[in-house]
């Protein structure tokens, strides 16, 4: 069964914590990104990385780092540097090619922090 | 990074009516996509635009691609109850390393 796969769904941090969030993708994509999702807003891009071992900033990567080792997965790390990290956090990997972009989302992990 | 307009940001309608979001681009676009985000969950890939004037229709949506490839429009007829959800526009930039940045969003409630 072919798709994105994102954990843990609910994570809980205390303040001054790192914490990572995993993203593994089976679909063969070389592409994969993540955003960050506050209640009624859009999405905006933390990072994205275009092939292994390379990654690029996106609007609001101050706070978070990312490492792409594999072509499969793709972990954000959430730091304490994130002044405010509670929101909804969706990765997505995407399909570019034969003229046709099209992202594939995870479920996503809601993160708190108490 | 690029960036993408959306308007409205909130919409209500009553069950049978018409609905429509819009995207606007300052610069322009090499394709656009569409997504619906249900209430709780994630974005769902519609649909894609890529030539100029495009207009591409499933059941009662109708998508629309600007003629300068710098605005595209979603249309929704006669809303029914399951077509409650946030709708976003994206776009990728152009060059080697691509962007794809999503609009605000427009959330729509169908009122029975």
């Known amino acids: 069964d072919g798709g994105i796969t994102q954990s843990p769904k609910y994570l809980f941090r205390k303040e001054g914590q790192n914490v990572t969030l995993s993203c593994e993708q089976n679909?063969?994509?070389?592409?994969m990104y993540w955003y960050r999702q506050d209640p009624g807003q859009g999405l905006r891009l933390i990072y994205y990385?275009?092939?292994?071992?390379?990654?690029q900033k996106g609007d609001i990567a101050e706070g978070y780092s990312v490492s792409r080792e594999k072509k499969e997965s793709f972990p954000l790390t959430v730091t304490s540097a994130q002044k405010n990290p509670t929101a909804f956090y969706l990765c997505?990997?995407?399909?570019?090619?034969?003229?046709?972009?099209?992202?594939?989302f995870g479920q996503g992990t809601r993160l708190t922090v108490v | 990074g690029q960036q993408v307009m959306q308007i409205p940001q909130y919409q209500h309608v009553q069950e049978g009516e018409d609905f429509t979001t819009y995207c606007n681009s300052s610069?322009?676009?090499?394709?656009i996509q569409w997504y619906k985000q249900r209430p709780g969950g994630h974005p769902v890939f519609l649909i894609q635009?890529?030539?100029?004037?495009e207009v591409k229709k499933q059941k009662r949506l109708t998508f629309q691609f600007g003629e300068a490839k710098k605005n595209s429009s979603l249309h929704i007829t006669a809303t029914q109850t399951t077509d409650v959800g946030t709708y976003f526009c994206?776009?990728?930039?152009?060059?080697?390393?691509?962007?794809?940045?999503f609009g605000s969003g427009t959330q729509l409630t169908v009122l029975p």
């Open positions: 997505a990997s995407i399909e570019m090619g034969r003229g046709r972009t099209e992202a594939f």
């Open positions: 679909l063969n994509h070389d592409a």
């Open positions: 990385s275009q092939i292994v071992n390379d990654f």
């Open positions: 610069t322009t676009l090499s394709n």
């Open positions: 635009l890529v030539k100029s004037g």
């Open positions: 994206a776009a990728t930039s152009s060059g080697s390393a691509r962007q794809l940045t």
